[in-house]
Each structure stands twice: as C-alpha cells, then as structure tokens.
C-alpha cells in the first residue's frame, strides 16, 4: 500500500510527481504529498489531506519549483490520515517517503527521543527520516547514511531519502516492497510501479530485496544486501501509455468490466491451437514439473483466492489431480504437511500482496516440488521469485475491485488444469478440444453478458436500499457466489455473504425475509434440479429471488422471483462468463449509492502490508 515517486532531472518535475501520483492513486488515497529541491538548495513541501486532486490543487497554486523531489500516496497504517502523518517527513535536511511497515519503530523512536529527536506524526516512517539524519552526521554520504539506517529496520519498506544540502541525488531502498527505476535521458526516476511513470519512460530497472541504488541525473548505481555493487537488467516495458486513463468511461472498474473480452483474447492468444493446449506456452521447465505433479497446494487473497476456489474443482474434476486452496495469510502462520510432489502455486493480479509473497517464501523452504505463479504484473516480486510465471495478461488493472483480473485468472488456470492433464494423460482428445474451443468461444460470450449491463442496471435498484444480500451458488459457481458477494460489499458496502447453497437450511435460512436479496446463479447443469429445491425454500419464506439462468432451466418469473435469461454457455467456461453479470450488479448498485467505486473507503489496490 502506499505508493512512491521520485525524480532526479533538470527541469521543474513538480507535476511529474504529481501525474505519478495519480497513476499511483489506486495504492492508497488518504493523504498525498510532495516536496522538491532546487540547485540553490530552496526546499519545498506540500501535503494534503484527501485524494491526490487536493494535492494537485495546492501544487498549482503554489510556486513549487525544483529538479529534485519525492512524492507519496497514503494508505495509513500508523496514524490516522492527516496532514501531519501524511508523507514526506523531514528531520533536519532529510526527506523520507516510505511504503511498508517498520515493526520495530517504537524501540528506534525511543532511541531517537533518548537522542534528543522531537516526533511531531504518530507514523513508523518518521523514525526513518530521524535516522537517517543522525547518521548522515557522521556518513561521507547519503547512500552511506541509507545503508547504515536500514541496518536498524525490521519490517518492510520501500524507501526514498532526499538531502536537500545535496540536491542532485536520491537514494532508494528496497526490501518487502516493491521498487522500479525509470531510466530516462538526463533524468532518472523511481516509483513504486512503472504505471506511474508509462507517460515519460518505458526503460525499466527492477531492484532485487536488499537493493539500495543512488539515482542521479546520469546514473543509477545499485548496492545489494551486502553493499556490493550489482548490475540489475533494464528492461523495455510494452504497457499501454493510456493505461492508466478511463477514457469514454465513468470509472476504471467500469472500463474493465468492459475490457474483459480483449483481456480474455489476449490472455488466450498463443496459448492454444484450434483443438488443444499448447503446453509449451507455460514454460519449458514447467513442462518437466507438469508431468510429475501429484498434488496442487494454491495459496491467494481475497479475489485470487476465489479464482483458486474455482480451480479447484476444475484440477480435481477434468485433471484427477488433488488440489488445495488456502488464504495465504492463514497458510503462513499455521504447521502445515508438504504432500509428496507437489507443486505450490500462488494467485495474484498485483505479484506484491504482502501475505501471498510471505506464504511463497515460507513453502520455499518446506519441499515443494516447484514454485509457479499465475500473476498480472510481470517483474513483480512474485513472478520474480517464483521458478516460473503463467501470466494472465489482463493489462492494467487500477480499479480496486478486482475484475478483469479474475476473469482472465480463471480462462489462465483453466489452460493449466488443462495442460497438467494432457501432460500426464489424464484427458481424452476430445475433452481437450471440447475445453479449448469453450476458451475460443469465450470472448465473444462475455460481450454477449455484457450487453446486459442495461437489464443489471434496471435491477439495481432493488438491491440499492437493502441492507444485506446473499448469493447462492452450487459447485464451481459457489466460489463464483463467494466473488459476487466480495464485489458488491467491496464497493456498495452492503452486508453480503455467500453460501454454497445447499447449505442453506443448515443456518441461513433464518435470515430470509422479505427484505433479503437473494441472487442465485443457477446455470443449466447436474446440479439445476437440486438448486431449484433451495430456491424454493427461499422462496416459502418469502424472500426475494433474483434467479441467473438460461433461456430453457424452466424457471418462471413470479412474485418476488425474477429471472435474469443468460445465452447459454459451455459448463466448464460457465463459471468465467456468470462472474460478469455479476460484476455489473455490483458496480451500478456502487453507482446508486454513490460511493467511491474505484477507490472504496479503507481499500487499497496492492496490499504490501501484513
Ligand atoms: O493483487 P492480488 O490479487 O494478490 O490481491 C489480492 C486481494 O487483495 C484482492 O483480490 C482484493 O481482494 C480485491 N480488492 C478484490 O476485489
């Protein structure tokens, strides 16, 4: 959470930092702060409570001019959001921004307070600033002063250090969040991702854990963990420049809901022939890993872990392969047995959520067979330390309600289930092609779910006023129910819960009333005929239905029952395609309400804290 810029260049970058930002808004939007050096060494800092817009505001009607400067979007973890906690903190001629947490701030802020330092915010990165600044009394330099400070720190940051009395540097350090370098000419830069920085740069360089680089305007020299100088790769980034506008739509979530069709080509794009699996796509040394798996351990949060939910069924069901699924912060702090020749794979759009990369690291060390992660963000920390990356290609997602994301996560672990099956032979030709041509079709079907966002607009209405909503849903779609629920109280703040619903007499039921929504997703499968029974027991205690299905699943629209036609898909992709009707219910009943749909209150985007 959290997100950073940075710039060392010889011309004013007060709205660089600012544009940066924005584009990193997504991260975390409480307070937001800038502050920039001139070559006469005239300091500047302006912060604001609220959204980067105020920041922005306050910038351009104030006179901030400098070459040299930081900037920071807040998500408050120590200190509730104000001006004073709000980044960068100074101690003398020292600014700091950080992202992380420094679990060891309160034995430094004593030593600090025991040295004669004053704190004027209640957060962990006002130590850093006061550490730093002690020992750059005695350091030959900046980088010196960096390096003997993060020394001292426990926890996680990403971190830039700025002196004004030095105006022509930054130092940056990087361990447990994450940190790129934008390479420009004459310029350099530094963010918290190269999203913020698509509009002056696509020269990239990724530093490693325990990397600390010193950024001037013509170098970038980057020290490891142990002080040594390394070289780090710089890459060329491919990311669309408009990445992160809305173009014609009202909000990101919206623009990618919408997207989804295009996502989902790309994703599926090289991956297939007509009939079947290209099994090389994956990796090769993943192929070597495929054909020995015994068992699958999945390890996600939030969104991603309800991907992995609906993976599940699909690796045991179409590939016999046992599979489990945990929320990685619960699998990281409990004892758990590693089964013989499995392979871990982790779930994730951002590749940075704090919990998920803590649970790689740990099963690291506990023989697993193999690392994989399914992951958007490519150079992220965990297709970085994973031994190989399926990516899902989704582009860009800032909305903080996961969408495209999860969609293209599904229509990605489907190839793999797909490829682990035909590596070992566990699948008929015509089970293959039957799956791949689902695939092939499944873009075109998802405009056709799209095309209902009128209807799930009309419906909306229903849901806007209620207090609570459930889902219901029965193998695969229970998971798909459970996505629902996390959308609609993620960005409407309705109380909603989902149910695998045959469990539904086993407790909930006795919550069904008259002013309980009840959404079920009820595609026309094996399980049809046992949902229908659930319905009617929602329906005998007067609930109000709101019943997903196809054109012939029999159902009738009745009092307090309404029935939302769905063109008819393949069983194995209906699962990716009902998710969207879904996402649209969630956004326009947001919509309604009024909230803050891509920013939710006490949400951020990338969760890189514990
Ligand atoms: O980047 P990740 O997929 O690892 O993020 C995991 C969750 O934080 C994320 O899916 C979150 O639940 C979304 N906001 C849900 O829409």
């Known amino acids: 959470m959290c997100g950073i810029v940075g710039a060392v260049a010889q011309r004013n970058i007060a709205d660089i930092l600012v544009e940066g930002l924005r584009r990193l808004e997504y991260r975390g939007y409480d307070s937001a702060g800038i502050a920039v050096v001139d070559l006469h060494k005239n300091y500047t800092r302006i912060r604001r409570i609220g959204k980067v817009r105020e920041l922005a505001n306050a910038v351009a009607t104030s006179n901030l001019i400098g070459g040299t400067g930081v900037g920071h979007t807040r998500w408050a973890t120590h200190g509730v959001p104000s001006e004073v906690n709000s980044h960068p903190h100074i101690s003398g001629d020292i600014t700091i921004v950080h992202n992380g947490i420094i679990e060891n701030h309160q034995a430094l802020r004593s030593l600090l307070q ?37 020394a001292q720190l426990q926890g996680a940051y990403g ?9 022509e540097r930054l130092i940056v350090a990087r361990s447990g969040s994450p940190i790129v370098i934008g390479h420009g000419i004459g310029e350099n830069f530094i963010a918290s991702d190269p999203l913020a920085l698509l509009n002056i740069t696509r020269r990239f360089m990724y530093l490693e854990e325990g990397d600390i680089a010193e950024i001037t305007y013509d170098n970038v020299n980057v020290f490891d963990a142990s002080g040594q100088h390394v070289e780090r790769a710089v890459i060329e980034l491919h990311a669309q420049q408009d990445a992160g506008e809305k173009g014609k739509y009202r909000h990101f979530m919206q623009k990618e809901v919408f997207e989804q069709p295009t996502a989902l080509r790309n994703t599926l794009e090289g991956r297939l022939t007509h009939d079947a699996v290209i099994t090389e796509s994956i990796g090769v040394n993943a192929v070597d890993i495929l054909n020995k798996v015994e068992h699958v351990q999945i390890i996600a949060c939030g969104t991603s872990f309800n991907a992995g939910m609906t993976a599940r069924y699909w690796f045991e069901s179409i590939a016999g392969i046992s599979c489990d699924v945990e929320i990685a912060s619960e699998f990281r702090y409990r004892k758990f047995v590693t089964r013989p020749n499995s392979l871990l794979i982790t779930i994730s759009q951002s590749g940075e959520t704090a919990d998920t990369l803590a649970a790689l690291r740990l099963a690291k060390k506990c023989g697993y067979m193999g690392v994989m992660t399914v992951c958007n963000v490519a150079g992220s920390s965990l297709v970085r330390e994973s031994d190989f990356a399926f990516m899902t290609r989704a582009g860009a997602e800032i909305g903080v309600a996961s969408t495209k ?39 075109e079907q998802i405009e056709q779910a799209l095309a209902l966002d009128k209807d799930i607009k009309a419906l909306a209405t229903d849901f806007a006023d209620k207090q609570h909503t459930l889902f219901l849903g029965r193998g695969e779609f229970y998971p798909i129910a459970v996505e629902a629920a996390l959308k609609l109280k993620e960005i409407s703040y309705i109380h909603a819960e989902a149910y695998a619903a045959g469990e539904l007499k ?98 951020a985007k990338a969760v890189t804290v514990e």
């Open 114 to 150: 025991d040295r004669g330092y004053t704190f004027v915010s209640q957060t962990d990165t006002e130590v850093i600033a006061h550490l730093v600044e002690w020992e750059r009394r005695t350091a030959t330099s900046l980088l010196e002063a960096v390096q003997k400070t993060t």
């Open 159 to 167: 971190a830039v250090a700025m002196d004004s009395n030095d105006p």
């Open 405 to 443: 994301a999860f969609t293209t996560q599904l229509a990605t672990l489907l190839m793999l289930v797909t490829a682990l099956a035909k590596q070992q032979k566990r699948i008929s030709k015509a089970k293959e092609k039957e799956i791949v041509q689902a695939l092939h079709a499944l873009p």
């Open 506 to 603: 086993h407790g909930p039921l006795a919550l069904i009333d008259a002013d309980m929504p009840v959404v079920v997703i009820a595609p026309g499968n094996d399980l049809l005929e046992k949902l229908k029974s659930n319905i009617e027991e929602v329906r005998a205690r007067g609930g109000l239905l709101y019943v997903f299905s196809e054109q012939k699943s029999g159902f009738e629209a009745a009092h307090n029952m309404k029935i939302i036609r769905m063109p008819k898909v393949n069983e194995i992709t209906a699962p990716i395609f009902y998710t969207v009707p879904m996402q649209l219910l969630a956004y326009h009943v947001a919509l309604i309400k009024g909230t803050d749909v891509d920013q939710p209150r006490n949400l």
